[in-house]
Nanobody, 122 residues
Framework: QVQLVESGGGLVQAGGSLRLSCAGS????????MGWFRQAPGKEREFVAY????????YYEDSVKGRFTISRDYFKNTVYLQMNSLKPEDTAVYYC???????????????WGQGTQVTVSS
């Protein structure tokens, strides 16, 4: 099993920045990729970004390209999501995910964190 714990959410004004962290523990050697998803009220959970754990390759959803950056600290088993130029439409619960496969589909991931709220005021 792999446990994921997110932190770093909060309330920020439009145009501001936040950095989310997700620390993994347990059988992390099974993990090939980690990602971030988000879910706004009344909407389905949607893909934000993923990173390949060993190679560091990244992929982003179009609406966050150029504003969000996913990165990882390999030795701390931690993945980050730096969010800049935040917009009210970025408001959601953000979830960290990890899995042996990777992709934009939630089914690609085996393990999930509990989520952290990000609220962007206009």
């Amino acid at each position: 099993q792999v446990q994921l714990v997110e932190s770093g959410g909060g309330l920020v004004q439009a145009g501001g920045s936040l950095r989310l962290s997700c620390a993994g523990s347990g059988r992390t050697l099974r993990i090939n990729a980690m990602g971030w998803f988000r879910q706004a009220p009344g909407k389905e959970r949607e893909f934000v970004a993923y990173i390949m754990w060993s190679a560091g390759n990244t992929y982003y959803e179009d609406s966050v390209k150029g504003r969000f950056t996913i990165s990882r600290d390999y030795f701390k088993n931690t993945v980050y999501l730096q969010m800049n130029s935040l917009k009210p439409e970025d408001t959601a619960v953000y979830y960290c995910a990890a899995g042996r496969t990777y992709g934009v589909d939630i089914r690609s991931y085996d393990y999930w964190g509990q989520g952290t709220q990000v609220t962007v005021s206009s």
